[in-house]
């Protein structure tokens, strides 16, 4: 995913308003964790000189979002409310960033037991600049249909407050 994370976390936090969960800072929480797994971009260029795959990472795991998720659902269930609300949404955000990584991003899905790397789809590599094949896959129609879902409904949230 290049251009869908974000948007991806703006539908989360409809979603889950439309379930009737209430939080101001909902969205908020959606948003920074549909994005905090690609922090990891910071060191993989300023550190790491890009000698090994961002998504090898840590931040990257689906266990290190699924216990996240789970510490998080617990403290909700012990707190009823409160900033666990958030911190469930910022988790789940993080896992659904990991997750739509794993379409064609090569995600390490059992880490860390396992470094073998998993993707739903390949991306071939045939034209110049590499970040050009993943632009001409089909799975950017995928990243382009939640853009378009999510700008549509921030148009129409728009729209009613006026």
Not at 153 to 158: E, K
Request: hydrophobic share 55%.
């Amino acid at each position: 995913m290049f251009i869908a994370h974000i948007p991806a976390g703006y539908l989360a936090a409809r979603g889950a308003e439309r379930c009737g969960i209430k939080h101001r800072l909902l969205m908020a929480a959606c948003l920074l964790g549909s994005i905090t797994p690609d922090i990891d971009l910071l060191y993989f260029y300023l550190v790491d000189a890009c000698r090994h795959h961002h998504h090898s990472y840590f931040i990257h795991w689906p266990i290190v979002w699924l216990g996240l998720l789970l510490l998080s659902l617990l403290w909700l269930l012990w707190k009823r409310g409160g900033a666990a609300v958030p911190a469930v949404a910022f988790s789940a955000a993080g896992l659904l960033h990991v997750a739509l990584d794993g379409v064609v991003g090569d995600i390490q899905l059992f880490a860390p037991w396992s470094d073998e790397y998993y993707a739903l789809a390949t991306v071939p590599a045939r034209y110049q600049p590499w970040w050009l094949n993943f632009f001409l896959h089909w799975s950017m129609g995928i990243e382009l249909l939640i853009c378009a879902v999510a700008t549509w409904l921030f148009l129409l949230r728009l729209r009613k407050k006026s």
